[in-house]
């Protein structure tokens, strides 16, 4: 009799250690698994090959926002596409569009002169006279001279919007540099360059836009 009490321990024991040297990773069966387990993904943060797996277990993710939308606090979009190859018409339009910053108080003056040298002076120069580091007199590793923006009259009286589709699209060989600064910092980039253009005709540097519509 005294031999059961050792045998149901020995089995006991056996089960215990059989059931515990392996672990479940599956938790089984879940009821409503949408609400247990997220399927949230952040914005822009899912790849084509991951849109493509969740596609081939009916997922339809977007990461992407809904056409004809801005985020809060953007400014409207530039209203005119890139042209196509050999067309000029919508370069030609930009000029009718208006910078809509009409006016930045000292410290978007400011931020608006750290983004042009952190962005633009490497080419257009410190001085606004296209003679930055990669062109450096002749000298730097740029053979071609940059635009001059203060001193030279073509510059000088390009309208903003002219320079904000260069600036959006890119244009002879400068690169677009929408990727870089968005569509505000774009135009406080603008109102900065024609508020130097001003100063060193010894106008005000309190101006919007004072070549549009030509």
């Not at 672990?23 to 609400?35: E, T």
């Not at 260069?166 to 505000?184: C, P």
């Amino acid at each position: 009799m005294k031999k059961i009490p050792l045998i149901s321990f020995i089995l006991i024991a056996t089960i215990t250690i059989i059931s515990c040297s392996d672990v479940r990773r599956s938790p089984g069966r879940a009821y409503m698994p949408d609400m247990a387990y997220s399927r949230a993904y952040e914005s822009y943060s899912v790849t084509t090959e991951e849109k493509d797996s969740l596609k081939r277990h009916d997922i339809f993710f977007s990461n992407l926002p809904v056409a004809g939308t801005i985020k809060r606090g953007e400014m409207f979009p530039f209203p005119l596409a890139i042209d196509k190859e050999g067309d000029t018409a919508n370069y030609v339009a930009s000029k009718q569009i208006i910078n809509p910053i009409t006016n930045l108080d000292s410290a978007n003056m400011a931020e608006a002169d750290r983004l042009f040298l952190v962005n633009c002076a490497i080419c257009h120069g410190t001085k606004l006279d296209g003679n930055g580091p990669l062109y450096k007199g002749g000298d730097g590793p740029f053979a071609a001279k940059p635009a001059t923006l203060v001193g030279d009259a073509k510059y000088e009286a390009m309208p903003a919007g002219q320079m904000f589709y260069s600036i959006t699209y890119g244009k002879n060989k400068m690169g677009s540099y929408a990727s870089q600064l968005d569509t505000r910092q774009r135009w406080m980039v603008i109102y900065y360059i024609k508020s130097k253009q001003a100063e060193a005709k010894g106008g005000t540097s309190n101006v919007a836009d004072s070549t549009t519509k030509k």
